[in-house]
């Protein structure tokens, strides 16, 4: 019996390249989720639940709205979604430079929670017969970067559209001292975590290795 189609339902380059480097070369299928509204209707709920379900909400999406694709004939849909909790807040994704830059100068030298959630669905002939989902987190400290670091950082547009604006496999590393925990997990894509979770599907998660890892 063949192995499933990995689909990753994320436009994240950051995910798709640590799927790849992980062995898997996986068919992309952007969701098409209001992510506002997801959390707006889940304001009460702890914070791992919000970005469980937010992670849910895309996976379920991709399989919802294309159903058709051939990729979801046979498949494992990985939905994922990342935010910082810091101050007791979920910050996710900027968007503009004002609220970047606010959000860097208040958390320069501190330390906040990275959490990733990640929804695996299994799916057959386009339909969803299993689901598991579950939360990852790792301490992130941030560095000290000057004013003009900080505005040429911003300038890159890099941190715009990342939770927590900042990322720790492009520029944003340069400006991030310490983490403890599961660097995939700050990437976006939490390899230990997807991994039990596709074991709870029933897949083994060497089944699914399709390429070389990149060097």
Partial sequence: MSAPVVVLASASPGRLAVLRNAGVEPVVLAPNV???????????????????????????????????????????????????LIDGELQGKP????????????QI?????????????????????????????????????????????????????VAGAFTIDGLGGWFVDRIDGDPSCVVGLALPLVRRLLGELGVTVTDLWNRQPTP
């Fill in 95 to 106: 968007h503009t430079r004002e609220e970047t830059l606010r959000r860097w100068k208040d």
């Fill in 109 to 161: 030298g501190r330390t906040g929670e990275l959490i990733t959630g990640h929804a695996v669905l299994r799916v057959r002939g386009g339909k969803t017969v299993g689901s598991a989902t579950g939360t990852a987190s790792a301490t992130v400290t941030m560095g000290h970067p000057s004013a003009k670091e900080l505005a040429a950082y911003i300038d890159s547009g890099e941190p715009l559209e």
């Fill in 34 to 84: 209001e992510e506002d509204a997801v959390r707006a209707a889940h304001v009460d709920a702890p914070h791992g639940e919000v970005i469980a379900t937010l992670a849910s909400a895309k996976a379920e999406a991709v399989v919802r709205d294309q159903r058709d694709h051939p990729a979801l004939h046979d498949a494992v849909v990985i939905g994922g979604d990342s935010m910082l």
